[in-house]
C-alpha cells in the first residue's frame, strides 16, 4: 500500500555494479520521473526514506539508478525490493481534462442513463489511445478512453460518466 501522499513510480529490482547502482523496475509513463536531482522516496510499508538522484540512464526495460549517499553495491543490495515513490505534489499540473491514471483508478463508473457499470480496475495503453478496464464483481468491460466517449471526471466524487454505446451492456449474474 503507498504512503498517504505518495505515488508509486518503481520497484527497486536489485543491485548494479559494485559502486552502489540499482536497477529498477519502471512504473512511470514518463523517464522524467527519474532525472536526475529529482527527490524519491523509497521503502516498505509506510517509512520512506528520501534520496536525491544522482545519475539515471537506461537498459532495456530497466532504469539504472546512482543515489547521492548509496555507495556500495551492499547498500544497494539493502534496497533491493524497495518501492520508489514521488511525492504527489511533485508532479506537473496537468492541463483541463487531462489526468494522472492513480487519479482515474478506483472511481465508480456510469454511462449517461446513470447505469452502474463498475469500478476502473486498470488502464492498458496502446498505440492508439488508453483503453479502460471497468469490473463489476466478476463482470469487466474494456472502454476506450477518448475525448468522445468520455462525457465527465469528477475526481472529486470518484465519478467518471461516459456515453452509451450501441452493444455495450452488462451482465450481472446475480
Known sequence: ????????????????????????????????????????????????????????????????????????????????????YLREEQLEVLPEGEYYWYQLIGCRVYNDQDQFLGVLDGILSTAAHDIWAVRDGENEILLPAVEEFIFSVDKGKKEIRVRSVEGLTVKHDH
Open 1 to 84: 500500500m503507498n504512503p498517504l501522499g505518495y505515488l508509486l513510480i518503481g520497484e527497486v529490482a536489485k543491485p548494479h555494479g559494485l559502486r552502489g547502482q540499482i536497477k529498477v523496475h519502471s512504473y512511470a509513463s514518463s523517464p522524467d520521473s527519474f532525472s536526475k536531482g529529482r527527490r524519491v522516496f523509497l521503502g516498505r510499508g509506510e517509512g520512506v526514506k528520501e534520496w536525491v538522484i544522482a545519475k539515471t540512464s537506461s537498459q532495456g526495460a530497466w532504469v539504472l539508478l546512482s543515489l547521492q549517499g548509496l555507495e556500495n553495491r551492499q547498500q544497494a543490495e539493502a534496497l533491493a525490493g524497495f518501492s520508489i
